[in-house]
């Protein structure tokens, strides 16, 4: 029998800078390279999006890709989604501000990368559904399509000549997909 270490979020705050980010899946550790063009493109239009939405109705805090959020302890699970909204009132500033946050976003925005296996992205799935993200959103880049999951249903695949709508979560935001991929 084979036994596989776990890792903690404790061991990825001291792994060395290596050019990549690390994500965190039941304490399975998963070397992400860095982002490409158009990945960081496409997270910025939805990233810049969510952000003006967010801020002109003061609904809470988005956050940039590379912010850790620890989803659950032992076994540990840490994801860094490209975006990520919580909605006011559910941050702990004080003890947030330094390291990870520790709470589930209410939103998390994935751009799909070329590198990532289908396994993977599901296993990513199936941790922010069952941590308390009440909203994700897929972005495939190459498709030019966002699936929209949330905990109870079943995915739904929007396409270019769909808009996105931020639901209970972020109330009154809507975007047309084909502006996301411009």
């Excluded at 989604?81 to 004080?94: C, N, Q, S, T, Y």
């Excluded at 501000?97 to 992205?121: C, H, M, N, T, W």
């Amino acid at each position: 029998m084979t036994t596989t270490r776990l890792y903690t979020v404790e061991d990825i705050a001291a792994l060395p800078d290596d050019a990549h980010r690390y994500d965190l899946i039941r304490g399975e550790l998963v070397c992400m390279p860095p982002a490409g063009y158009e990945h960081g493109s496409v997270a910025m239009s939805i990233g810049a999006r969510i952000w003006n939405f967010v801020r002109e109705h003061g609904l809470g805090t988005v956050f940039a890709a590379e912010t850790g959020f620890i989803l659950r302890r032992d076994p540990d699970s840490l994801l860094a989604p490209d975006v990520a909204f919580v909605r006011a009132g559910r941050l702990d500033h004080e003890r947030d501000r330094q390291g990870f946050a520790r709470i589930a976003p209410d939103l998390a925005v994935e751009v799909i990368s070329p590198s990532e296996r289908a396994g993977k992205i599901r296993d990513k799935v199936e941790e922010y559904l069952a941590t308390g993200v009440r909203l994700l959103w897929l972005l495939n880049s190459r498709r030019r399509t966002v699936t929209v999951h949330a905990p109870g249903r079943a995915p739904r695949i929007l396409t270019e000549q769909d808009e996105l709508d931020g639901e209970d979560v972020l109330p009154g935001f809507r975007l047309r997909v084909a502006d996301i991929f411009r």
